[in-house]
């Protein structure tokens, strides 16, 4: 397994896990499939499956290579951001498994949602909650989450970019056929509804219950209600980019073995 939850629940601010990476060789090489296009291979590995390994071919190797590395001169945020929703969605299979859950894209100039779970009243076929993902590697996570969280959140309680939300859960619910997306999305105009997920990078300010609450101070004025409709995930690590590239330089390394010979 390559990531650890330990659940935690805020009273009425939030709910939510922190995660500690139990095993960077396994995540690495997850991340790794992920790159070359393969992340329903992970997701059925996630989901407890016994698969064998896929093969891969040198042009899907180069173009994972790629999105794993830094071009000289460019900034790592683009990558790294990438690398980290791709952490938020393994967290979110862990979390559950099996979930219907978008898979991350393999592009790091992808706008939209970071993330997207959706979950069903099997009974009725209904949405009972879609979850929108803001996944966050930063330095600075308090800020960030005010700065740039909060306005998202804001925008879609306020019933903008419902059609996006629509059209991101249409495109889900076509990955299960035994669903009607016209039954499954009737109730999304409900606020309650949507639900949302911060999974954010902390340091030792925030890595403990006093410094989650200070960290998502607010988030019930933002998104009101229940606490099941907010959702927080905390990954405490030191040396952010360091460790960031780190891991890539695994997961290249696992791209690079991967590749079968005159295929």
């Not at 070359?36 to 992970?42: E, F, K, N, W």
């Not at 969280?149 to 059209?167: C, D, Q």
């Not at 889900?172 to 039954?183: G, K, M």
């Amino acid at each position: 397994m390559s990531i650890n939850l330990t659940p935690f629940e805020h009273d009425v601010l939030c709910r939510g896990n922190t995660w500690v990476i139990a095993d960077e060789d396994v995540l690495a090489q997850q991340i790794a499939r992920v790159a070359l296009g393969q992340s329903r291979h992970v997701q059925r590995i996630l989901a407890g499956a016994l698969l064998a390994t896929p093969a891969t071919t040198n042009s899907a190797a180069a173009g994972a290579i790629e999105l794993l590395t830094v071009s000289a001169g460019d900034d790592p945020w683009h990558r790294d951001g990438w690398m980290f929703q791709v952490l938020s969605w393994i967290a979110a299979h862990r979390a559950t498994p099996g979930g219907i859950i978008r898979a991350p894209h393999t592009n790091h100039a992808h706008k939209g949602f970071d993330g997207l779970e959706l979950e069903l009243d099997h009974k009725s076929g209904t949405v009972t909650a879609a979850v929108i993902f803001e996944d966050k590697a930063t330095d600075n996570p308090r800020r960030t989450i005010q700065k740039d969280v909060w306005p998202e959140f804001k925008a879609f309680e306020s019933g903008e970019r419902e059609n996006v939300l629509v059209a991101e859960m249409i495109g889900l619910l076509a990955t299960q056929p035994n669903v009607d997306p016209d039954i499954a999305i009737q109730n999304v105009i409900w606020k309650n509804v949507r639900h949302y997920r911060i999974s954010i990078t902390v340091g030792d300010a925030h890595s403990d219950e006093a410094g989650r609450r200070r960290l998502f101070k607010g988030y019930d004025e933002i998104a009101t209600g229940p606490s099941r409709r907010r959702r927080g995930e905390t990954f405490h690590v030191k040396n952010l980019r360091q460790w960031m590239q780190s891991v890539a330089d695994k997961a290249i390394a696992a791209v690079q073995v991967e590749v079968k010979p005159n295929v």
